[in-house]
């Protein structure tokens, strides 16, 4: 029996998904919880597995195809179950008929088909004969009311059905230029395969009309930018799609929803670069590596217990500033994709060590494109290191959702007044937007500055700890 499997939402409230690409082909045999596909959401890539156990019988789009959530995907050909033989079965008979021959699927997952047996999309064919038919018995009627006038309208041309051929294939030719209806009357009635197409159009070309052959294919002409010139003027498209079109939407929302305002604090952080180099010089090889990043992400769960406010949300609907007595650290992380931020759950619990290993095993998850999507979701503070690119000050807009997130400028080794002289010093820029409907400037100075003697003097966090 065929089953469609319908795209579903991989994170909350996303409404599509981009095809990445296809690890499974039609015709394969495939295994329940075998990956079919990367699939590119708002948030995260992720790998898409077989609800059923069978054979793909169809994939309805290929890579570079976005697919709206609840829209067919993979159709499945399932060993041992067959449909109801009649053809319009009892509403009981139906329903006991999936719930019981619906073969092993992944619990919550994928949509149990609404009928038995799929029925063929009627033949086009058909649809005029029918049409023909329908305007004879039209004209017979008038030609008994002889005070009529008889017009006649002449039948719709009948047109045979579309080429059979994959939605890859579909995809591909479309990208090329070439019309399957084209290429199935020099084959005759059968699957049209991408080698067909491709005969074709070396065809085209030997006969001079090969303009169709320059074309890219569909994937990549929706996946690459394209660059359109006018005259000695040239601009280059490139399609809001993945991650920066989920970033663009939410710092939209954000920046005109929380008033924000960002304030400035240049620190001597000599003391921490010399814990961080005395720390690694007597860590054991396999131990996570500590850089100041983590330091700094210690010292912001340290002063968030004494300024909650900053581990805040508003929440409007219940008229109440809801406090979070947890920290769920957000970490911007800069990918090929675009800009996300992975959440670290409870980060205040966590020593020194172990939040190290937590930011390495996100950046790297990031970095790869693995970040679950439920790893993007219900920051409380955001941390996000600007330094790494040379930078030493800006003014970071919060997530939405959050009312506090501090940018890390970059470490310089500047003359700094020290002890009553000038000395060299490892300085540094912090740099704290926040919601100022929560947070006065009064409290998210205190806060800065709780930070700041952190990094200026590791043995604070004796006193905040």
């Not at 294939?169 to 290429?183: E, M, N, P, S, T």
């Not at 926040?434 to 709780?450: P, T």
Request: hydrophobic share 45%; proline share 7%.
């Amino acid at each position: 029996m065929k089953q469609e499997f319908l795209l579903p939402d991989l994170g909350e409230g996303l409404t599509e998904a981009e095809i990445v690409q296809w690890l499974v082909a039609e015709g394969d045999t495939v295994t329940l919880n075998q990956t079919l596909a990367e699939v590119e959401t708002a948030k995260a890539i992720v790998e898409l597995p077989s609800p059923h156990a069978g054979v793909i019988a169809s994939l309805h789009a290929a890579a570079g195809d976005v697919v709206l959530v609840g829209a067919p995907l993979v159709g499945f050909e399932i060993e041992g179950q067959e449909a109801p033989e009649s053809a319009a079965p009892a509403a009981g008979a139906a329903a006991a008929e999936v719930e019981e021959g619906s073969g092993p699927n992944l619990v919550g997952y994928g949509a149990a088909p609404s009928s038995g047996r799929p029925q063929r999309r009627a033949r086009r064919a058909s649809a005029g004969t029918v049409a023909a038919t329908t305007v004879t018995a039209d004209v017979d009627v008038r030609v008994a009311a002889p005070h009529d006038d008889i017009a006649v309208v002449p039948a719709p041309p009948v047109r045979g059905e579309r080429p059979r051929s994959t939605p890859p294939v579909r995809a591909y030719a479309k990208g090329l230029g070439i019309d399957l209806v084209l290429v199935a009357a020099e084959l005759g009635d059968r699957v049209i395969t991408r080698a067909d197409v491709d005969a074709y159009r070396e065809r085209l070309v030997q006969r001079g009309e090969g303009a169709a052959a320059e074309a890219p294919s569909a994937s990549a002409a929706a996946a690459a930018p394209v660059r359109r010139t006018t005259g000695e003027r040239a601009t280059t498209r490139i399609p809001i799609r993945g991650v920066r079109k989920h970033t663009a939407e939410a710092m939209v929302q954000s920046a005109f929803t929380a008033p924000h305002v960002t304030t400035f604090h240049t620190v001597d952080v000599t003391a921490t670069s010399e814990l961080i180099a005395s720390l690694r010089a007597t860590a054991k090889p396999e131990a996570p590596r500590i850089g100041v990043l983590t330091v700094v992400a210690k010292a912001v769960c340290l002063a968030l217990a004494a300024f909650p406010g900053l581990n805040s949300r508003w929440d409007g609907d219940a008229g109440e500033i809801v406090q979070q007595h947890f920290v769920d650290l957000g970490i911007a992380a800069a990918t090929e994709r675009g800009l996300i931020v992975p959440i670290i759950r409870d980060a205040e619990r966590m020593p020194l060590g172990e939040l190290a290993a937590a930011v390495a095993d996100l950046t790297r998850t990031a970095r790869s494109g693995k970040t679950p999507p439920a790893d993007l979701i219900g920051g409380t503070f955001s941390l996000t290191n600007i330094g790494v690119f040379g930078i030493d000050a800006g003014t970071p807009i919060l997530p939405p959702g959050q009312t506090g997130i501090l940018a890390l400028g970059a470490v310089r080794r500047l003359p700094w007044e020290y002890k009553g002289e000038i000395a060299l010093r490892d300085v540094m820029t912090l740099s704290l937007s926040f919601d100022h409907r929560i947070v006065d400037g009064a409290e998210g100075a205190q806060f800065l500055k709780a930070v700041a003697d952190v990094l200026q003097e590791p043995g604070r966090a004796m006193l905040l700890g």
